[in-house]
């Protein structure tokens, strides 16, 4: 039996061209277009390995990690990005995901990086291993720290607010209060010194918690 692969991105002709490449070896269960799609997907689907974008709509790829581990400790994560800041890579592994390949190296590394992490191995694009490993061992670097301030809500939070979506939106997205939603907004911006809605946009673009 071939492993289940579930495909996450937001641009539908990516990852058209993902199931082009993968369909031959895998089977392909189901292609999902935002982060909380992909958490619902992947509790019915239950594929052995899920390859996720970084900057998706709702929810992005790596603050979905945890989720999906949730759900099933043994499910394989790839991440599928443009992004080529070792510091989504940090991230990424650090979240629980097994493999960080660029979207440019896609066809030579994706299925690489799938098999590795179905043999319990991590994979990382060798375009940035260097650069990744000596982060690891220099610390965190301003962004992870900035980052070590929000709590995963937080995050979901922040995400939707930059998005453009109302308190009470977000609200019935998180099932939570409206006023849980702006309690949060307001600790974020009391603790990074932030000031307006717009500083607060900037701030979840500078630290990748929604794509440019």
């Known amino acids: 039996m071939r492993p289940k692969v579930l495909l996450a991105d937001d641009h539908r002709i990516v990852a058209e061209g993902l199931k082009s490449l993968l369909q031959n070896e895998f089977e392909l269960v189901g292609i999902v277009e935002d982060g909380r799609s992909l958490v619902t ?18 929810l992005n790829g790596i603050d979905a990690i ?16 443009m992004h080529q ?4 890579a940090r991230r ?4 629980g995901a097994q493999g960080f390949v660029l979207k440019h190296s896609a066809a030579d590394e994706l299925v690489l990086a799938i098999n590795a992490a179905l043999k319990g191995h991590i994979f990382i694009t060798p375009a940035l291993t260097r650069d990744v490993l000596k982060g690891s061992r220099k610390g965190t670097d301003a962004k992870d720290k900035a980052e070590r301030g929000l709590t995963p809500r937080q995050r979901e939070i922040l995400q939707l607010l930059a998005e453009g979506h109302s308190a009470k939106e977000i609200a019935a997205t998180l099932a939570i209060s409206p ?29 990748g918690v929604v794509g440019m």
């Not at 992947?42 to 974008?53: G, N």
């Not at 945890?66 to 990005?81: E, H, Y």
């Not at 990074?192 to 500078?206: P, R, V």
């Open 179 to 207: 006023r849980t939603v702006e309690f949060h907004k307001y600790q974020i911006m009391e603790l990074h010194d932030i000031h307006s809605n717009a500083e607060l946009i900037h701030f979840a673009i500078k630290h």
């Open 66 to 81: 945890p989720l999906l581990r949730n759900q099933d400790p043994n499910v394989k994560i790839v991440i599928l990005t």
């Open 41 to 58: 997907a992947a509790r019915t689907l239950k594929p052995d390995v899920i390859v996720v974008d970084v900057s998706m709509p709702h």
């Open 85 to 88: 800041d070792p510091a989504y």
């Open 92 to 95: 990424g592994i650090a979240a």
